[in-house]
């Protein structure tokens, strides 16, 4: 199965700690996205890259996260000096670029518990 | 951050039962997907819709792309208990190089066997 995979599956910190969780997309996506998802709700949009190119950024990523994708394959999160709004599940998703480019296929998640 | 209303919030009905479910929005979009989330699990991808009025087919499940742009429905036929997860619609308007997918907050289906 080569589908979007993610690591870790979870993560237990305690406040103040910075956390990294990497993606690794679907092998010929070029796109890769971040979204965060929290109980009882739907995911919500964080960033995304198109190759190494971070092109959209939403409000929600404060200047404590900072994603990156160094060489167009696999991305990073981190999660500096982390809060306990932060803990929620990290969703990876990623797509082809063209007239299916909105068809996202998800990783199982990182789920984050901010202590 | 912006979110479809999605309804039922939740449904219990009893397995072989046909399940209808929907989703609106303020704004149009010009792709609806209809995700499947089980716990502890990322979304699965069930049906992408690009066109005003389409009507798609996955199997037992059929939705429809409303012919306003703002609205899309899900149904699923003889339902089973694998059905049994969060179903969540999810919208793209990619016209301005924004890929971004806005989601409802899920209906949550639960099948008596």
């Known amino acids: 199965d080569t589908g979007v995979s993610q690591n870790p599956r979870h993560k237990i910190t305690k406040r103040g700690q910075n956390v990294t969780f990497r993606c690794d997309p679907i092998s010929e996506h070029n796109r890769l996205y971040w979204y965060r998802q929290t109980l009882g709700q739907g995911p919500e949009f964080l960033t995304y890259?198109?190759?190494?190119?971070?092109?959209?950024k939403s409000r929600l990523l404060s200047d404590r996260f900072s994603a990156e994708r160094p060489k167009g394959s696999f991305s990073t999160l981190e999660i500096q000096r982390t809060e306990q709004g932060d803990s929620a599940m990290y969703l990876c998703?990623?797509?082809?670029?063209?007239?299916?480019?909105?068809?996202?296929?998800f990783g199982p998640g990182t789920r984050l518990t901010v202590l | 951050g912006q979110q479809l209303n999605q309804s039922p919030q939740s449904m219990f009905i009893q397995e072989g039962e046909d399940v209808s479910m929907n989703c609106t929005s303020s704004s149009i979009f010009n792709t609806w997907l209809w995700y499947k989330q089980d716990p502890g699990e990322g979304p699965v991808l069930l049906i992408a819709l690009y066109k005003a009025g389409e009507l798609t087919s996955n199997g037992r499940l059929t939705a429809q792309f409303g012919i306003t742009r703002k609205d899309s429905f899900l149904n699923i036929s003889a339902s089973i208990p694998s059905d049994v997860g969060i179903y969540f619609c999810?919208?793209?308007?990619?016209?301005?190089?924004?890929?971004?997918?806005?989601f409802g907050k899920g209906t949550k289906l639960s099948v008596i066997p």
């Open positions: 998703a990623s797509s082809l670029i063209g007239g299916r480019a909105n068809e996202q296929f």
């Open positions: 890259f198109q190759n190494e190119a971070q092109l959209e």
């Open positions: 999810a919208g793209a308007y990619s016209g301005a190089g924004s890929y971004q997918l806005t």
